[in-house]
Each structure stands twice: as structure tokens, then as C-alpha cells.
């Protein structure tokens, strides 16, 4: 969600701070996976809105996209370049819309453990998310044309 692994460290070491500190207060209502993912998201969007945030990229990101010597570094290569330019329609979404794709399709939450973690109805998730996911189909539809039109 941040773009950034050093920063989603430190958000991730926060949400455990504070979730131990809250734990008295957990009533069990969510699962305790949801209430982290609350937690976490809420971390997250503050961080985001955080005027003096860093867009710096981290070196392991550039490493990991170096080319490899392998038979098939072509192929590695094409799938790293579209999964490069799945990240950058993905971050370069609307924030609500960026964490419900984020929450759904890499998280694997449900809609209603979604629309929990946000407060928001489940309608306003699968809204949000339909929107979201059409943004992204324009984006990469011209960064990698459909396999049929590749031959």
C-alpha cells in the first residue's frame, strides 16, 4: 500500500504497538485479524495523507528487478515488467480505492471484513472496488495489449 518496504516496516512494527496497548479493549466482536487490518489501514492512510512522506524507493526493489542470466530471463523478464506496471497503476490509484484492491484482491479479505476494517457498507467496498478494478483494466490495457491481439 505505501510503495515503500522500509515504511511498511515501520507501519507494521506501529500497528503491533498500538494493538498491544489496545488489547484491554479488544471485545471480540471482529476477528483479531480484522481489527490488525483496521489498525494497519488506518496507519497506512495517515501515513499516506502524511505531508512530509518520503516517495524515495527502496535498493531491494531495484535489485529484484535486475535481469537474470537464466534460460527464460525473457519470459522473467515480461512478467516482471508487468507486474512493475501492475504496482505503479495500483499505487498511483485514488487512496480509497487503492486500499480496497490492496484489502480484496492481495489481502484476500471479504467484502464485509473490508467494509469492517473501514467502516464502510459493503456496498460502498464492492462500489469502490469496481471502480478501482476499472481503473486498473484501462491502465494496463495499454501497457501490455489483450493475448489476443499478440498472436
Not at 467496498?125 to 484501462?138: I, K, W
Request: hydrophobic letters at 45%.
Amino acid at each position: 500500500m505505501l510503495g515503500n518496504r522500509a515504511e511498511a516496516e515501520e507501519i507494521a512494527q506501529e500497528t503491533f504497538l498500538r494493538a498491544h496497548r489496545a488489547l484491554p479493549e479488544f471485545r471480540g466482536e471482529a476477528r483479531l485479524g480484522t481489527w490488525l487490518y483496521a489498525i494497519a489501514s488506518r496507519l497506512c492512510l495517515n501515513r499516506l495523507a502524511a505531508p512530509d512522506r518520503r516517495l524515495a524507493r527502496g535498493d531491494d526493489e531495484a535489485l529484484a528487478a535486475a535481469p537474470s542470466h537464466e534460460p527464460d530471463a525473457v519470459a522473467t523478464l515480461e512478467r516482471s515488467e508487468r507486474d512493475a506496471a501492475l504496482r505503479e497503476a495500483i499505487a498511483a490509484l485514488p487512496e480509497e480505492r487503492r486500499i480496497v484492491v490492496i484489502l480484496r484482491d492481495l489481502e484476500g479479505l471479504s467484502y464485509d471484513e473490508i467494509a469492517e476494517v473501514l467502516a464502510l457498507e459493503p456496498g460502498t467496498v464492492r462500489s469502490r472496488l469496481h471502480r478501482a478494478r476499472a481503473l486498473l483494466a484501462t491502465k494496463l490495457s495499454a501497457v501490455a495489449p489483450p493475448a489476443a491481439a499478440r498472436g
